[in-house]
Structures are given as C-alpha cells and as structure tokens.
C-alpha cells in the first residue's frame, strides 16, 4: 500500500507528465518541421559558402544566426564545422557558428515558447545570439587555429578536409538532387523528416517530461531552492556546470528547465543550466576532440560556461522585473 503523501505526489507528478506531454509533442513536431525547411533549403555546403569569405564583425553575426536556423545536431555540426574551417573560414567566425548552433535553434526557441512564454523566449534568443557572436569575435584574437587537428571526415556523400585551421584547408561533396526539387517536394520531405525525428527522438523527450514530474510532484520546492535558490550565490555557475553530465537532448532538457523554474529556481539559473548543458555536453565535447586540441576544446568549454553563466546572472538581476 502507497502511503498518503507519496500517491498525493505520484499522482501529481502524473498529471504534470500529462501536461506537459500534451504542450511538447505538437510544439516539438512543428518545431521538427521547422528544421526540415531548414535543412533542405540550407544544406551544409550552402553554409560554408556563404560563410567562406565572410570577416570578423558581419561575418560573426552571420555565422551565429546561420548557427540558430540551421539546427544541425551534434553529429553533423562537428562535419559543418570542419567544412567551414577547411574551407578558409576564419576560426572565430566558424566558433560563433558553433556556439549559437546548440543553444539558439528552432527546437529550442519552439520549446521555450510553449514552456516560458514570450518574454523569455526573446530575451534568450536576443541575449544568446549576441553572447556567440561576442565569444566568436573575442577567440578570433587569440590566434588558436594552431590548435585545430588536421583531419578528414566523411559525412553525408561529402569528404571533408582541415589543415590545422587554415585557410589551405578544402571541402567538397557529392552531387545532389536537392537543388532541383519543387518546393513541394521539399515541404513534403520536411514533413515526413518532421515525423521521423520525433519517433526518433521520442524517447528522450518521454525521459525529460518523466524526470521533470517527478522533480515537480516529489521532489520538495524547498530542497530545490535550498542547493539553487536565489540564497546560493553559486547556484547560477553551479547550474551552467551541471546540465552537462545528463544533459541528451534539448527536447529532453527543458521539461527539466521547466519544472524547476516551477519550483522556484530562478529564471536565469534555469537558463545557465540550459546552456550548459547543451553546449558542453559530453557527446558534443566527444565530438569536438576529434577536431580540437585539447587547449582550444578547453577555451570552447570555458566559453560556453562563461555564457551560461553571463545570461544566467543578465536574467536573475537586469531582465528579472522585466519578464
């Protein structure tokens, strides 16, 4: 027999998993089609090319917000990232591209919505983009594209060549049909790429909605604002470190996000978490070694905490009567 108050919080936790899983899956199937569009009208090599030649400054802002629309996963934006370095693109333009890409994309913007509203969701968008393009702007003046690995990667029919970041590097690829479909045709196969990805995807999205009622229905609101409250002056830095180690997927992350922003962890502590743990999760970092020394894997992590953190704290003080 189930005492009293854990049935009151299972059936609680049960209620919100039913919630939730009601808000996500049409908002994470739009989502999903969204980036379908995406994909089929700005292919990898469309990218690169468009961002080849691009300088510091414009080239950064264009790279970022290339980053937020073409919501590549981790597995193919190690491919893209390569291609954009192999093909002379400078390395702090290529890093705004990579630090916008996890953090600021349709599946996340969509989600946010859905979950936080308006007023969050622009404030992160607005506030995320312009930290990438700064993080991009700043490590192109390091001078660390000696730290970039001679590599070669196949991906997608396209074989993919870096000579250590510079701009000797080359990138070619297959022949494709895409550029002569129909625009129906490519609506029809972002619909049905839609559809795919989310049973794909399905599981971790059922993970994160299960872990994030179980963190609203059992877990006490006092605990939580004990270790994340707004009392920890920690809590925020602390949060952008600790997204990493469970973080899978950014579908799976922000039911979790959600049910500690209900929970009363600070807004902005809940976006730390966020970040961190979608730019400097461990198959990500994984991925990147196979591109990066380890010095300049460490700048990229350092980076992507720096960011969290920074509109973590932009959220809980400048933008907390605002939203």
Not at 20 to 39: E, H, K, R, T, W
Request: contains cysteine.
């Amino acid at each position: 027999m189930i005492p009293a108050g854990y049935e009151t919080a299972l059936v609680d936790s049960a209620e919100y998993f039913v919630h939730l899983a009601l808000v996500l899956a049409p908002l994470f199937v739009g989502a999903s089609f969204l980036v379908g569009l995406a994909q089929e009208y700005l292919p990898p090599e469309r990218v690169e090319a468009m961002l080849r030649s691009r300088d510091h400054g414009s080239g950064n802002v264009l790279a970022a917000g290339l980053g937020a629309v073409t919501p590549f996963c981790s597995c193919s934006t190690v491919p893209v990232l390569a291609g954009l370095l192999g093909a002379g693109a400078p390395l702090g333009l290529a890093f705004s591209f990579l630090l916008a890409s996890p953090i600021v994309n349709w599946i996340a913007v969509v989600l946010l919505f859905g979950l936080f509203g308006t007023g969050v969701t622009v404030a992160y968008v607005v506030t995320a983009l312009s930290a990438a393009i700064v993080g991009g702007i700043v490590i192109g003046t390091l001078n660390l594209e000696n730290y970039v690995k001679d590599v070669r990667i196949t991906a997608g029919g396209r074989e993919i060549t870096t000579d250590g970041g510079t701009a000797t590097g080359s990138a070619s690829c297959a022949c494709s049909t895409s550029a002569t479909r129909s625009h129906r045709e490519r609506v029809t196969e972002a619909g049905r790429g839609a559809l795919s990805f989310f049973r794909d995807t399905l599981p971790y999205i059922v993970v994160g909605i299960a872990i994030g009622a179980l963190i609203h229905g059992a877990v006490p609101a006092t605990f939580l604002q004990q270790i994340a409250g707004p009392s920890n002056p920690l809590a925020t830095p602390m949060a952008a470190l600790a997204g990493a180690p469970i973080y899978v997927s950014i579908s799976g992350m922000l039911p979790i996000a959600h049910s500690l922003a209900e929970q009363g962890i600070p807004i902005g502590t809940v976006i730390a978490f966020v970040i961190g743990g979608a730019g400097i999760s461990i198959p990500n970092l994984i991925l990147l070694n196979k591109l990066f020394e380890r010095r300049l894997l460490v700048v990229y992590a350092g980076t992507v905490v720096t960011i969290g953190i920074t509109v973590g704290v932009l959220f809980n003080t400048v933008l907390a009567g605002l939203l």
